[in-house]
């Protein structure tokens, strides 16, 4: 038992219907408050609303708990009105922390935005990209014909990255995956973990011809012409997963599914 002290609720939901109707529900029997004064949020949809709701709270480290009244629900926990305040109390904590990407136009303008799940590189054309990667300062692979590459947190690995072919990372694991997407040379190369430390740089080559767009999460900067992606370990997240499912078992049961 957590035995956190949660008095003050504060809600958000999906423009759904059920969503919206769970929302006046809950507000309603938890007296629900504002976001800013509350000490925990409970967010009702799917992952792209905890995704959200997580960027909305960026820089304020607020204990979050999902209920899915989504698809997926990767991130967040059953839905059950019963007992929230007791479960909030209860709930397991998963600290994240996200990428940072800093992402240099080919007209030299510079942009920066923060990943919860990824960072991916992404090609504009019809034509392949061709990508130069550096690790910490040493290049790992000169040339990378393929449709783009991404940089996945744990949390992330089992989103885009996954979908990619990429390893699924257990939460907690001070590791990042780098994962190409529709490799084409090296044609055997099928990524690579990576400790959370790395810095990882992203050298688009023949940029105006083959243009290629970086994407943090849903933060696009379209004609790149170098992305630099490392973890921002000042920002923090804190997930809240019931005992008997947190986030670490269900990245662990994904992985043995058939």
Request: with cysteine.
């Amino acid at each position: 038992m957590q035995d956190r002290d949660i008095e003050k609720v504060g809600f958000v939901a999906a423009d759904t219907e059920p969503a919206q109707q769970a929302l006046a529900r809950l507000k309603k029997r938890y007296h629900g408050t504002e976001l800013e004064e509350a000490d925990a949020i409970v967010a009702l949809g799917g992952d792209g609303t905890m995704l959200e709701t997580l960027h909305r709270q960026m820089h304020r480290d607020i204990p979050i708990f999902g209920m899915n009244l989504g698809t997926v629900g990767f991130l967040l926990n059953r839905y059950d009105e019963d007992n929230l305040i007791r479960r909030l109390s209860d709930a397991r904590p998963a600290v994240l922390h996200p990428l940072l990407m800093e992402a240099r136009r080919a007209n030299g303008e510079l942009h920066k935005a923060l990943a919860i799940n990824e960072v991916s590189l992404l090609r504009q054309s019809h034509q392949s990209a061709k990508i130069r990667i550096f690790v910490d300062g040493m290049m790992r692979i000169e040339e990378l014909l393929c449709d783009g590459v991404l940089v996945a947190t744990p949390a992330g690995s089992t989103a885009y990255n996954l979908s990619a072919h990429g390893p699924i990372v257990p939460l907690g694991a001070p590791i990042l995956a780098l994962t190409p997407i529709s490799a084409f040379r090296p044609r055997r190369w099928r990524g690579a973990l990576l400790p959370h430390t790395a810095e990882v740089t992203f050298e688009v080559l023949d940029f105006v011809k083959r243009p290629v767009s970086a994407v943090a999460d849903y933060t696009e900067v379209r004609e790149v012409a170098e992305v630099r992606v490392r973890e921002d370990r000042s920002v923090s997240h804190t997930l809240l997963f019931d005992p008997d499912l947190s986030l670490g078992e269900r990245i662990l049961k994904e992985q043995f599914a058939p």
